[in-house]
């Protein structure tokens, strides 16, 4: 995260998040769209069960480092980016999930009187 001296690091634009995160698959699925190959000759090629890519494609499946291999070989984009982007996607929903987010506020707590 970027700092700077008296700015909050939420207003910095290196450091802003999309109010809706966006899931690899919806990417995905506009990328094979756009190159005419259906799901079920991206599952024929690269393996990954119909169903199993379906839900990638709907959002509903996180692109496992094994789906991402698949892809980059069958597409030729790097299983780097497919992995970033659904880390960045997990990272965002569990900031935004409250639950969690004082589960996390209660851990440091405790840790900064240690």
């Not at 079920?40 to 480092?65: D, F």
Request: hydrophobic residues 40%; glycine residues 4%.
């Amino acid at each position: 995260m970027v700092t700077i001296k008296g700015i909050d690091p939420k207003m910095i634009a290196n450091n802003l998040e999309p109010f809706e995160p966006t899931h690899p698959g919806e990417l995905l699925k506009e990328e094979i769209e756009c190159r005419g190959i259906s799901q079920k000759e991206l599952s024929r090629q690269t393996g990954i069960p119909y169903t199993a890519l379906n839900e990638v494609l709907n959002c509903k499946r996180a692109i496992t480092t094994e789906y991402a291999l698949l892809i980059e070989a069958a597409l030729g984009i790097e299983s780097d980016f497919w992995l970033k982007m659904q880390m960045d996607y997990n990272l965002q929903i569990a900031r935004q999930n409250k639950t969690f987010a004082q589960r996390l506020e209660s851990i440091r707590k405790i840790a900064a009187v240690l």
